[in-house]
Structure formats: C-alpha cells, structure tokens
C-alpha cells in the first residue's frame, strides 16, 4: 500500500517556472514505478511523464518533452516534476500516481494508487 500527497502546484505566468513534489508513505514506495498526470476541465486525464523505480528510465508526454523533469529521492519517499516553460494549456490539476499493473507505464489503468492533486494554473 502507498499512500501520496501532492504540494507544489500555484498560479505562475506563461514562460515561468513550478515544481511539484509527491510525498509518498509505506514501506514499499521504491518497489513502484511513480507518474505524473494531470486532468484539465472537461478533459480526460491524461499522462504526464513517469519514472522507473529505479531512476534510471523515464518517460514523457509529447507535449512536455524538454520542458518537465520528473525525478524520485527513494531515500526521502518523494517524486518531483519540475515544470518549466510552462504555456497556459498546462493548465490542470496535477496527480501523482503509482503504477501497479502489467499494463503500461503510460496508461492511466495501470495505477492503482492516487494523490488527492494540485492545481496548477498558468496565465497568459
């Protein structure tokens, strides 16, 4: 069992910078492979970007490769997604979620485990 709790979400400009943090409780936080999605208004949620337990794998959506980061200190039980460049269609609230299925790493079905989300909103 895992239990997650967002922090880091704001209101920021367009071109400015967040990061997010997800702390984790439960023994075997560094056995999951941790994503990031987020859910804009009258929108699906969509994937964000993941990391292998490990660290050493990560994944992203297109339309934030090269801008977001997503790390993991297994140590302190925190994932991070720092967000630069952000455009106002980053918009969303943002959840962390840890992956616990066969399915892919990239497939919001494949994540048992949910934070409550931050909001992140960025003007234009």
């Known amino acids: 069992q895992v239990q997650l709790d967002e922090s880091g979400g704001g209101l920021v400009q367009a071109g400015g910078s967040l990061r997010l943090s997800c702390a984790a409780s439960g023994r075997t936080f560094r056995h999951y492979a941790l994503g990031w999605f987020r859910q804009a208004p009258g929108k699906e949620r969509e994937f964000v970007a993941a990391i292998r337990w490990s660290g050493e794998s990560t994944y992203y959506a297109d339309s934030v490769k090269g801008r977001f980061t997503i790390s993991r200190d297994n140590a302190e039980n925190t994932v991070y997604l720092q967000m630069n460049s952000l455009k106002p269609e980053d918009t969303a609230v943002y959840y962390c979620?840890?992956?616990?299925?066969?399915?892919?790493?990239?497939?919001?079905?494949?994540?048992?485990?949910w934070g409550q989300g931050t909001q992140v909103t960025v003007s234009s």
């Open positions: 979620a840890a992956h616990d299925s066969i399915l892919s790493i990239t497939n919001t079905y494949g994540y048992n485990y």
